[in-house]
C-alpha cells in the first residue's frame, strides 16, 4: 500500500500544469498571464543584471528594458527550453551588449551609507559581500558568468549550459576551473 504525499492532493504536476498554462496564456498575448510570469522573475532577473553590471540603478533599468523586450517577443518564445532559461539568456545578452558599448564596466559596488549606519552583523555582511564581488571581479568573464548562475542562481548545469549555449561538458569543466580560481583569489584576498 502506498503512503499518501504530505500534501493533497500533490501540488508539483498542479504547479507544473499552472506553469504550462500561463506560458501558452502568455504566448496568446494574455497580458495578466505576461504579468505573473514576469512578476516570478524580476528579482531574479535584478540580481543577474546587477552581479554583471554592478551598478543598482543600471540593474533596475536593464531589468525594466529586459522585461519589455521579453514582453514583445513573448508569442515567439517556441517553449523549447524553459521560460526562465530563455530569459535568464536575454538577460545575460542584454547587459553583456549593454557592457560592451559603455566600453567599460559599470561601478564595481553599490554606494553605502556610513559603516556605523548598520548594525554590525549587518555591516559584517555587508564586508563579506563586497569582499566576494571583488573576488569574482578577478574572474575571467566566461568564468564569473557560470559561477554566478551556479551558485547564486541555482541554476543546473544543463540550464547553465541552455543559458550560456555551451556543451555540458564545457560548463562543468568551466565550473570547475573557476571554483578553483575563485578559491585561490579569495584565500589571497583573505589570507587564508
Not at 82 to 89: A, I, M, P, Q, V
Not at 160 to 180: D, E, F, Q, W
Request: aromatic share 8%; net charge neutral.
Amino acid at each position: 500500500m502506498n503512503p499518501l504525499p504530505l500534501v493533497w492532493p500533490p501540488l508539483a504536476p498542479r504547479l507544473e500544469c499552472a506553469q504550462a498554462e500561463l506560458l501558452a496564456r502568455a504566448r496568446n498575448g494574455d497580458r495578466e498571464a505576461i504579468a505573473l510570469l514576469f512578476g516570478r522573475s524580476r528579482e531574479r532577473i535584478v540580481a543577474l543584471c546587477f552581479q554583471i553590471l554592478r551598478d543598482r540603478e543600471s540593474a533596475e533599468d536593464a531589468a525594466q528594458e529586459i522585461l519589455l523586450r521579453a514582453f514583445d517577443k513573448m508569442p515567439q518564445f517556441r517553449g523549447e527550453s524553459e521560460f526562465s532559461t530563455w530569459l535568464y539568456r536575454m538577460a545575460l545578452n542584454f547587459c553583456l551588449d549593454r557592457q560592451r558599448k559603455t566600453g567599460r564596466r559599470a561601478q564595481l559596488y553599490e554606494r553605502v551609507s556610513e559603516p556605523e549606519t548598520f548594525a554590525p552583523d549587518h555591516a559584517g555582511q555587508i564586508e563579506t559581500r563586497l569582499a566576494l564581488e571583488r573576488a569574482l571581479d578577478e574572474l575571467d568573464e566566461p568564468s564569473r558568468l557560470a559561477l554566478i548562475l551556479r551558485e547564486w542562481h541555482e541554476l543546473s548545469y544543463e540550464e547553465i549550459a541552455a543559458v550560456l549555449r555551451l556543451p555540458l561538458g564545457t560548463v562543468k569543466s568551466r565550473l570547475n576551473s573557476a571554483r578553483r580560481e575563485f578559491r585561490r583569489v579569495w584565500e589571497a584576498q583573505n589570507g587564508e
